[in-house]
């Protein structure tokens, strides 16, 4: 048991640090050749703060263990939204300006709302899941064209001061790359055996493991992204990361575990999950969106977001 704790912070805590290596190695590259700020933001930065998900999701798939995967994906989107935005509005309000948001808002709705339908009998089949990843891809297509028409957008425009405060070379980037990856994969297969060790030593179920303490492990760097782009006053960045990351959780994430091997579960297991993901989806969408207003998420909505998420989390423990 002691062992699978320390597997368990260990793990965590590579994950966390080779990610981070990841994306700052990933961004340098990608500007180097090119790719335009918004797609840097939305892609590289989005995906490298949901590896940690992508790598222990599709492990925890090999190893036919569904209740990790998919526990440590749609846990990662309800913590992201509820603790980490809320968190982030608490210590800063934040302000939706960017339209390429705004367009996203209503698609990460959308996303979710078919996300849960399939996953509501409690599978998820291979072509269920072949259908996620096509329409990543699909997105991940709109986004590159929607960046040729954004180049004025404040997103853009905040990723553009943020690399040109960031300096290194070439070669540097590469190896923080390769190393990230690398250390990336194996932290994740530490992380996972320990949470499962966990698991069965204290009786608890690999869904409830991979919703609680792995999935706010690998929620980390969206949280560190997130607050410290809140304090510089980079809302779009800030409100960009979850939104990019929750995407990428729904469509990659699960549809790769469940592309690997069918993912199975008992429906009234996951359900509670699936109805929190999409309400809390859906006041996002109103939030950010604004309507009358320019959207924002105030001190006050924060505040709620986070105590929403500390009696799910007490509900979830206790009927454990």
């Excluded at 209740?67 to 992201?80: E, R, T």
């Excluded at 190896?175 to 250390?183: D, K, M």
Aim: hydrophobic share 55%; with cysteine; aromatic share 6%.
């Amino acid at each position: 048991m002691t062992l699978a704790i320390i597997a368990i912070m260990l793990g965590l805590a590579l994950l966390i640090w080779s990610a981070g290596k990841l994306v700052d190695g990933s961004i340098i590259v990608a500007s180097l050749i090119g790719m335009p700020p918004i797609l840097i933001g939305m892609i590289i930065i989005g995906f490298g703060t949901s590896a940690p998900e992508l790598l222990v999701s599709s492990i925890a798939s090999i190893q036919a263990n569904p209740g990790l995967a998919l526990g440590n994906a749609f846990g990662s989107n309800i913590s992201n939204i509820a603790l980490i935005l809320g968190v982030t509005a608490l210590i800063k309000p934040i302000m939706v300006q960017s339209q390429v948001l705004r367009k996203e808002l209503p698609i990460l709705c959308a996303v979710t709302l078919l996300a849960s339908a399939l996953l509501f009998d409690g599978r998820l089949v291979r072509l269920e899941a072949f259908f996620l990843l096509l329409l990543f891809v699909a997105l991940m297509a709109w986004a590159i064209w929607q960046s040729k028409k954004a180049t004025n957008d404040t997103f853009s425009q905040e990723i553009q001061h943020g690399l040109e405060a960031s300096q290194s070379n070439v070669r540097s980037a590469w190896v923080w790359v390769a190393t990230g990856l690398v250390i990336l994969i194996a932290s994740s297969q530490i992380l996972v055996w320990g949470a499962t060790e966990v698991a069965r030593r204290m009786g608890l179920s690999n869904l409830v493991i991979g919703l609680t303490i792995v999935a706010i492990g690998t929620s980390l760097p969206e949280f560190a992204s997130s607050v410290i782009a809140a304090r510089k006053g980079e809302h779009d960045i800030a409100l960009g990361n979850i939104l990019g990351s929750n995407l990428f959780n729904t469509l990659a994430v699960v549809g790769l575990a469940g592309s690997i091997h069918p993912l199975v579960l008992d429906p009234q297991s996951i359900r509670l999950e699936l109805f929190l993901m999409i309400a809390l989806t859906l006041s996002l969408f109103v939030l950010g969106y604004g309507f009358r207003r320019q959207g924002q998420i105030n001190r006050f909505e924060g505040a709620g977001l986070v105590v929403c998420y500390l009696i799910y989390l007490t509900r979830l423990l206790a009927n454990s």
